[in-house]
């Protein structure tokens, strides 16, 4: 399974499609969950904030800068999540905003991040992915480097991660066979 365009990526179990300003109700909600919003930073404007935030969104999304993915189960549509690659450079981007709740499918995780790298290394062409997470998210740091993910280093509040083209490669049968479970 390999990305071929930056529109919608079907999986087996999850799939990613851009998001549209009508997602963002189900958006502002994860981002105003208690759980999944303890390691962000505070919302502010409600529902109608959220979705100027994504009409703005959608004018960087036509010019290449930036992809920002609902992430849906597959057997009923309905959605489970969010990804983002952002920071578009000729070599590189960041990838965060990444957000799956309790509806989620199992090894919806390790899915999401393979199919929003497929689309970072095969489709968009970088060399690199940039991830910082917050020091205190033992969870998603421990995904991130079960993933494959190289720490680069750390600021007060965030440590900083990589992740390669190159590496992505040599672990693609691996994070292949993990999903296919």
């Not at 549209?20 to 999944?36: K, Q, S, Y």
């Not at 959605?79 to 952002?86: A, D, F, N, S, V």
């Not at 965060?96 to 919806?108: D, I, T």
């Not at 205190?136 to 991130?144: Q, S």
Request: hydrophobic content about 40%; proline content about 3%; charged content about 25%.
């Amino acid at each position: 399974m390999r990305a071929t365009t930056v529109g919608e990526v079907r999986g087996k179990r999850v799939s990613l499609a851009l998001v549209e300003p009508d997602d963002a109700a189900f958006i502002h909600g994860l981002r105003v969950d208690p759980v999944l919003s303890r390691h962000l930073s505070p919302v502010s404007g409600g529902v109608l904030g959220q979705r100027a935030w994504l009409e703005g969104y959608k004018a960087r999304e036509r010019a290449g800068q930036e992809y920002y993915y609902l992430v849906r189960r597959v057997r009923d549509g309905r959605p489970c999540g969010t990804i983002r690659l952002y920071g578009i450079e000729e070599n590189r981007l960041t990838w965060g905003s990444f957000m799956l709740n309790a509806n989620k499918p199992p090894r919806a995780a390790l899915e999401t991040a393979y199919l929003s790298f497929s689309i970072a290394f095969d489709v968009l062409n970088v060399v690199r992915a940039l991830v910082d997470v917050r020091r205190d998210n033992a969870t998603a740091i421990a995904f991130y480097r079960r993933f494959g993910m190289r720490h680069t280093g750390a600021s007060d509040d965030e440590l900083f991660f990589e992740y390669t083209r190159a590496q992505f490669e040599a672990d693609r049968d691996g994070h292949l066979r993990s999903i296919s479970v």
